[in-house]
């Protein structure tokens, strides 16, 4: 059974499409005042139309959650026009989906600065605010990658992984303090976020709807448990897990028969290394 979220404030970012857009109208419908991040203004203007039918006070907030300045403004801004933060969810983050031999240094900072900092900024904004309250909640929507690197997702799985990691810790350090720290680890879900992989992505299997990422997000609140994977009873991610614990040099053996680096493109990638290139300046050589 669904809390009741009536006039509680709750910030959630990557709200344009996908897990974020379905949260905010899920947390409207509950009766819950949204502040919806993203870049996309158009399609926020639209979530926050949906979710103004049940809580008018909602609203959305459009830039770039990877600039520090802008991920603690979002956190202000909240507590400034509604005068409180109950719930932040953490949810925006960007593909990265290519191989080592094709990427750059500066992307390497950006899916770390959208994925993994944009939640430390945002969650180091909403601590006093949380304290002075005496309650919160942050969930952390991180990813079944953070639990096993597919092959070409280092990065993505580096950030998902610092996030994992940071919530773990968050969740040692609040001890105490009444504000709850949650993790939810989806597996496939069906989102736009496949069609913005920079390379075809490998995996051609089932893919879930975002509700069911939502209402692991409500279990996490309402329950207040630490950690969801979802879809929970899914033979392939049930197996993976099981492999990493007890044999993970299968797994990883495995995963790369999934997707094995063509013998071209270590050919190629060396082809540019003689010819002194940096790494991810793939125009050919
Ligand atoms: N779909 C899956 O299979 C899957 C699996 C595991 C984990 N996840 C995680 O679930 C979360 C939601 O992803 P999704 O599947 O719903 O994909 P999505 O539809 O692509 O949503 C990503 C959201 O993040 C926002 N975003 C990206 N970069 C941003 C930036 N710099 N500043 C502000 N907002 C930004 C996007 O909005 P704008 O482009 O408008 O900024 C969008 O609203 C992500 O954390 C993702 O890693 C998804």
């Not at 379905?22 to 203004?41: D, H, I, L, N, Y």
């Not at 719930?87 to 500066?106: E, F, G, P």
Request: aromatic share 6%.
């Amino acid at each position: 059974m669904a809390g009741n979220y009536d006039g509680k404030v709750v910030l959630i970012t990557g709200a344009s499409s996908g897990i974020g857009a379905v949260a905010a109208r899920m947390f409207a419908e509950r009766g819950a005042q949204v502040v919806a991040v993203a870049r996309r203004e158009a399609l926020l203007e639209q979530v926050i139309a949906q979710c103004r039918a049940h809580s008018p006070n909602s609203f959305y907030l459009s830039g770039d959650v990877g600039l520090r300045e802008f991920a603690e403004s979002i956190v202000t801004t909240t507590v400034d026009r509604l005068g409180r933060l109950d719930v932040l969810v953490n949810n925006a983050a960007v593909s990265k989906h290519k191989h080592i031999y094709h990427t750059r240094a500066d992307e390497a900072e950006r899916v770390l600065q959208v994925n993994f900092l944009s939640c430390v900024w945002t969650t180091l904004a909403a601590i006093p605010v949380m304290l002075r309250q005496g309650e919160g909640t942050i969930v952390n929507v991180s990813s079944f990658a953070a639990k096993l690197t597919p092959p070409r997702e280092s990065l993505y799985a580096a950030s998902k992984a610092a996030m994992s990691a940071f919530s773990e810790g968050l969740w040692h350090d609040l001890e105490g303090s009444n504000i709850h720290v949650a993790l939810v680890h989806p597996g496939p879900i069906d989102t736009e976020i496949w069609l913005k992989e920079d390379e075809p992505p490998s995996y051609q299997g089932k893919k879930y709807p975002p509700e069911i990422v939502v209402k692991a997000i409500f279990d996490c609140i309402d329950r207040r448990r630490y950690e969801v994977t979802v879809p929970q009873r899914n033979p392939m991610l049930m197996t993976a897990r099981f492999l990493r614990l007890v044999l993970p040099g299968v797994l990883r053996w495995g995963m790369q028969r999934t997707d094995p680096v063509p013998r071209e493109v270590i050919d190629r990638a060396r082809q540019r290394a003689l010819a002194g290139k940096r790494l991810g300046e793939t125009d050919e050589c």
